[in-house]
């Protein structure tokens, strides 16, 4: 085989198995590591005491994480997706509300035991002073335990919590 072929064949295979790669897959992300921590099933209460069950999946070649919520009171479960744009980490909420705000991680606390998340847009949304949620918080207790804060900007211009405690279903 001629050298400049050779040359041309490795370039080539080389090329190819970088594309298959995902886009800022060399790059750690604390955040996005200890939402990995979290795949598998959870379940939990909210803060009337009713029951919530979420999990969480790798997905997409591991570039993505899908939360499911199901809610005790809802007959359709809500997805989350996080994953990384860049350097920073989002996350699409598909809310039961019927729009999809896109929030933005502020970073893992210093102590590596938060997580926030802001508002940044949403799709299927009126208009700013339309409900949605537009902030997240995860506090990360130990390995089996975790809790969530959403905050939901209401039309009134009133901030509505809603916190779940959740335990890892073994």
């Known amino acids: 085989m001629k050298p400049i072929a050779f040359f041309i ?4 295979a ?13 790059k750690a992300s604390p955040g996005f590591d200890k939402l990995k921590s979290l795949v598998g099933t959870w379940s939990g209460k909210d803060e009337e005491g009713k029951p919530v069950h979420i999990s ?38 598909y809310c039961s509300l019927g729009n999809q705000p896109r929030m933005r991680a502020d970073g893992l606390s210093k102590e590596g035991n938060m997580l926030a998340f802001s508002f940044v847009d949403a799709t299927n949304l009126s208009s700013q002073k339309a409900d949605h949620m ?37």
Do not use: C
Not at 56 to 62: E, I, P, R, T
């Open 56 to 93: 969480y999946k790798l997905v997409s070649a591991g570039s993505s994480i899908m939360e499911t919520l199901d809610m005790a009171d809802e007959h359709e479960s809500m997805i989350t997706m996080y994953h990384m744009n860049g350097k920073k980490l989002m996350m699409t909420h």
């Open 14 to 26: 080389s090329t190819i198995l970088k594309a298959g790669s995902p886009p800022g897959s060399d």
């Open 9 to 12: 064949i490795v370039a080539l």
């Open 134 to 170: 537009y902030k997240l918080v995860f506090t990360f207790k130990d390995d089996n335990h975790f809790s969530q804060k959403w905050t939901m900007h209401m039309a009134e211009n009133e901030d509505h919590p809603a916190n779940f405690e959740f335990e890892r279903v073994k």
